[in-house]
């Protein structure tokens, strides 16, 4: 029976207001981060910025503000600090998720593998487990990471973060190119050991190149873990990555949403371009193990 246009009618407009729940903060995060402090709370609100102005983005990039608020004694207060902080974080952010990333596909990418292709006693248990590792809260482990790090020397270091990241995201890596694995015909392997590969030259050369797409989706996946986490960063690292930072840039006594505005475009814009760059290997890489 053909759909009635009335349901037909229905599905797009209930698409288009889901799509307008999802688009319009960001729309209002970048017409903010083009306004001055004034035009920010005008009433009616601005569609659109009258008066554009890039002095937010100047602030960003030479760590300078101008003075955009008013105090609780009515004086005029900066957020030099903040934002002159925001740079170097995510200098910091990138290399860390980079490391994560690194980290993660050398070491789940074993296990993936090893997940896919051998079967020993209790390695189904195995798996389960590592799985089930990731639903742990991070606030009930933190403790130990803090204790053993401040031990080791390594608070309020890049180390820190990359080996507490991973500690959450290997479960998903493993899980995500374990999946992958699967998906890829023994056949090939096994015709390689026939020409004297060794197991290792046939990860390394035969499934590794057909497994790129699994790769950059578990990897693309880990680096937007790494990049928003928040918890950690502050806690062992004492607002080291992006999004402490820009947190940071709220107090109590000073609060600009157009510099915020402008900070979090930066922190936005990474992630979506990578994700953009790598989106054909992603939808690939997600959807073969489902197929499978």
């Known amino acids: 029976m053909k759909r009635s246009r009335l349901a037909s009618a229905g599905i797009y407009v209930g698409f288009a207001l889901f799509l307008v729940w999802i688009l319009f903060p960001l729309y209002f995060t970048v017409l903010s981060s083009f306004m001055g402090p004034s035009e920010i709370g005008a009433k009616p609100f601005h569609w659109w910025p009258h008066d554009p102005?890039?002095?937010?983005?100047?602030?960003?990039?030479?760590?300078?503000?101008?003075?955009?608020?008013?105090?609780?004694?009515?004086?005029?207060?900066?957020?030099?600090?903040?934002?002159?902080?925001?740079?170097?974080?995510?200098?910091?952010?990138?290399?860390?998720?980079?490391?994560?990333?690194?980290?993660?596909?050398?070491?789940?990418?074993?296990a993936g593998y090893a997940f896919s292709r051998y079967e020993f006693r209790g390695s189904r248990l195995a798996y389960l487990l590592l799985l089930a590792s990731r639903v742990v809260p991070a606030i009930a482990i933190v403790l130990p990471f803090f204790v053993a790090f401040r031990q080791l020397g390594l608070l309020n270091t890049s180390l820190a973060l990359i080996i507490s990241y991973n500690a959450f995201t290997l479960p998903l890596a493993i899980w995500l190119l374990k999946t992958y694995f699967d998906s890829v015909p023994k056949e090939?392997?096994?015709?390689?050991?026939?020409?004297?590969?060794?197991?290792?030259?046939?990860?390394?050369?035969?499934?590794?190149?057909?497994a790129?797409?699994?790769?950059?989706?578990?990897?693309?996946?880990?680096?937007?873990?790494?990049?928003?986490?928040?918890?950690?960063?502050?806690?062992?690292?004492?607002?080291?990555?992006?999004?402490?930072?820009?947190?940071?840039?709220?107090?109590?006594?000073?609060?600009?949403?157009?510099?915020?505005?402008?900070?979090?475009?930066?922190t936005v814009v990474p992630p979506v371009l990578i994700a953009l760059a790598f989106q054909r290997y992603i939808v690939t890489g997600l959807a073969a193990g489902s197929v499978k």
């Open 53 to 110: 102005t890039l002095a937010n983005y100047v602030a960003i990039f030479t760590g300078n503000s101008a003075p955009f608020s008013t105090g609780q004694d009515g004086g005029i207060v900066s957020s030099t600090d903040a934002v002159a902080r925001l740079m170097p974080a995510i200098a910091r952010s990138l290399v860390v998720g980079v490391a994560v990333v690194a980290s993660n596909l050398v070491i789940a990418g074993a």
């Open 212 to 266: 790129r797409p699994g790769l950059i989706a578990a990897g693309l996946l880990v680096f937007l873990e790494a990049w928003s986490e928040f918890f950690y960063s502050l806690v062992l690292t004492n607002a080291l990555t992006v999004p402490p930072v820009v947190a940071g840039l709220q107090n109590l006594q000073q609060f600009s949403w157009t510099t915020l505005a402008a900070a979090t475009m930066f």
């Open 188 to 210: 090939l392997e096994e015709a390689a050991e026939v020409d004297g590969a060794s197991r290792l030259r046939c990860l390394l050369v035969v499934v590794t190149p057909i």
